[in-house]
């Protein structure tokens, strides 16, 4: 079974430009999370969707954060515009449904902002 | 307070030695529990779930106490291969909340 696909695997970008992630869930599983990992600690949920519905976005920084999931399978978070404290890994994982289901995280991509 | 709470570590332990967890959780009614792995620059995998009687797979043992509210992670005849950084992840009404981890290192 293919597990979460995420790209670009790495990115450097200045810090006021604009960049997007995307990500493709295990086939099958309606709920797909995006994370951000700062070094050092653990992942912090920016939004969450069931199906193509955001179930949880309250730690979204929504003036500049935006993600969406149109036809309920993949999906993609931007940044516009970078800041520099958006330096981090930003985790896809999906699960089957939310609520008490495991998650399965992709590689993550490295955004590196300057 | 934060949702989920782990000791940062390092914990330093030779190989073959028993090494134990803990993480602590502030929300009672929390539904499910689990531990994920995460070695240096890959992304977190899951290493069990913690069921309310405990469970067990291999040399790693789970443990939930609800009262006390906090979940224990203990690994038995650790191996080099067990060093990676342990994520405490809890369960509250459809949300995930993840510790900051708590870093291993098995030294020959």
Same mark, same amino acid.
């Given at each position: 079974?293919?597990?979460?696909?995420?790209?670009?695997?790495?990115?450097?970008?200045?810090?006021?430009?604009?960049?997007?992630?995307?990500?493709?869930?295990?086939?099958?599983?309606?709920?797909?999370?995006w994370y951000q990992q700062i070094l050092g600690q653990g992942p912090k949920l920016l939004i969450q969707f069931q199906n193509n519905g955001?179930?949880?976005?309250?730690?979204?920084?929504?003036?500049?954060?935006?993600?969406?999931?149109?036809?309920?399978?993949?999906?993609?978070?931007?940044?516009?515009?970078?800041?520099?404290?958006?330096?981090?890994?930003?985790?896809?994982?999906?699960?089957?449904?939310?609520?008490?289901?495991?998650?399965?995280?992709?590689?993550?991509?490295?955004?590196?902002?300057? | 307070?934060?949702?989920?709470?782990?000791?940062?570590?390092?914990?330093?332990?030779?190989? /073959?030695?028993?090494?134990?967890?803990?993480?602590?959780?502030? #929300?009672? !009614? *929390? %539904?499910?529990?689990?531990?994920?792995?995460? +070695?240096?620059?890959?992304?977190?995998?899951?290493?069990?779930?913690?069921?309310?009687? /405990?469970?067990?797979?291999?040399?790693?043992?789970?443990?939930? #106490?609800? !009262? *006390? %509210?906090?979940?224990?992670?203990?690994?038995? +005849?650790?191996?080099?291969?067990?060093?990676?950084?342990?994520?405490?992840?809890?369960?509250?009404?459809?949300?995930?909340?993840?510790?900051?981890?708590?870093?291993?290192?098995?030294?020959?």
């Amino acid at each position: 079974e293919a597990g979460v696909a995420q790209s670009p695997r790495y990115k450097i970008i200045e810090k006021r430009q604009s960049v997007a992630f995307w990500c493709n869930p295990i086939s099958g599983h309606a709920t797909l999370y995006w994370y951000q990992q700062i070094l050092g600690q653990g992942p912090k949920l920016l939004i969450q969707f069931q199906n193509n519905g955001v179930v949880d976005d309250s730690q979204l920084p929504k003036d500049r954060f935006s993600a969406e999931r149109l036809k309920g399978v993949d999906s993609t978070l931007k940044i516009q515009p970078a800041k520099l404290e958006d330096s981090a890994v930003y985790l896809c994982a999906s699960s089957l449904m939310s609520g008490v289901y495991e998650q399965y995280f992709g590689p993550g991509t490295r955004l590196t902002v300057t | 307070r934060k949702e989920v709470e782990q000791d940062p570590g390092p914990f330093n332990v030779p190989e /073959g030695a028993t090494v134990a967890f803990n993480c602590t959780y502030s #929300n009672s !009614a *929390s %539904q499910s529990f689990f531990w994920y792995r995460q +070695d240096c620059r890959k992304e977190p995998k899951l290493l069990m779930s913690v069921y309310s009687s /405990g469970n067990e797979d291999g040399r790693f043992t789970a443990q939930l #106490n609800r !009262a *006390s %509210q906090y979940i224990s992670l203990l690994i038995r +005849d650790s191996k080099l291969s067990d060093s990676a950084t342990y994520l405490c992840v809890v369960n509250n009404f459809n949300k995930f909340y993840f510790g900051s981890g708590t870093k291993l290192n098995v030294k020959p």
